[in-house]
């Protein structure tokens, strides 16, 4: 069975301080991870995704996540955070099946950004 | 390009009633998939359909019905709404086919009350 646990339900950092925002997945097949945001009434959006290709995964606005199979993680990250970041943030889990694909959202960490 | 549409932004029904969720996309995709969003639990998915004429139930699919009489649109019924069907609702679509990771596209959403 795959899960995925989203270790923090809040983060909050200061403006220009590092992000990092937790995720472990369980799976018993080789998955693809993706972290997506939402700000507040909004719709989803990718923010990048893994696919067994390089474990350092670069996405849009300065996030980048780092695959760790023998820690099961796929942690987010992001050097300085900037106030625009402060949204929803949701790590989930892919498994291809035959006819459709089994998606595992977690449920969310909300991040704030103090000024 | 719109990408996922739906319709109506927001809604409000009484106990009983009934309605209909819209959801269009204009990339050709053949999976598409409705999903309910509440807080603390993430995503959990309803329905989802591989192609024109296909469909299948996700997690939580009592309560609702679909169809899939096109490749563009997937509307989500609500036969006798109920409070506990207050939720967010976001459609999502991608392609098929052995991909490995690939990338759901998101709508911007569907708020229903249920009084």
């Known amino acids: 069975a795959q899960s995925v646990t989203q270790l923090d339900s809040h983060v909050s950092v200061s403006e220009g301080t590092p992000v990092l925002l937790r995720c472990n997945y369980s799976?018993?097949?080789?998955?693809?991870l993706f972290w997506y945001v939402q700000h507040p009434n909004k719709g989803l959006q990718l923010l990048l995704k893994y696919t067994s290709a390089a474990t350092l995964v670069k996405g849009i606005n300065g996030f980048e996540a780092e695959f760790k199979k023998s820690e099961t993680s796929f942690h987010l990250t992001k050097p300085s955070a900037h106030m625009s970041d402060a949204a929803e943030y949701f790590c989930?889990?892919?498994?291809?099946?035959?006819?459709?694909?089994?998606?595992?959202f977690g449920p969310g960490t909300s991040l704030s950004v103090i000024p | 390009n719109a990408g996922v549409t739906q319709t109506p932004k927001f809604q409000v029904l009484k106990t009983g009633q009934s309605m209909t969720l819209q959801c269009a996309q204009d990339m050709n995709h053949e999976y598409m998939s409705w999903y309910r969003q509440d807080p603390g639990m993430g995503l959990r998915l309803i329905h989802y359909s591989v192609g024109a004429g296909i469909t299948d139930q996700g997690e939580v699919p009592n309560g609702y019905n679909v169809s899939r009489s096109t490749t563009e649109d997937f509307p989500l019924r609500l036969l006798s709404a109920a409070p506990s069907q207050t939720s967010v609702y976001f459609c999502?679509?991608?392609?098929?086919?052995?991909?490995?990771?690939?990338?759901?596209?998101f709508g911007p959403g569907t708020r229903l009350l249920v009084l």
């Open positions: 999502a679509s991608r392609n098929t086919g052995y991909y490995e990771g690939e990338t759901q596209y």
């Open positions: 799976s018993s097949y080789s998955p693809s």
């Open positions: 989930v889990v892919s498994v291809m099946k035959t006819s459709y694909d089994k998606v595992i």
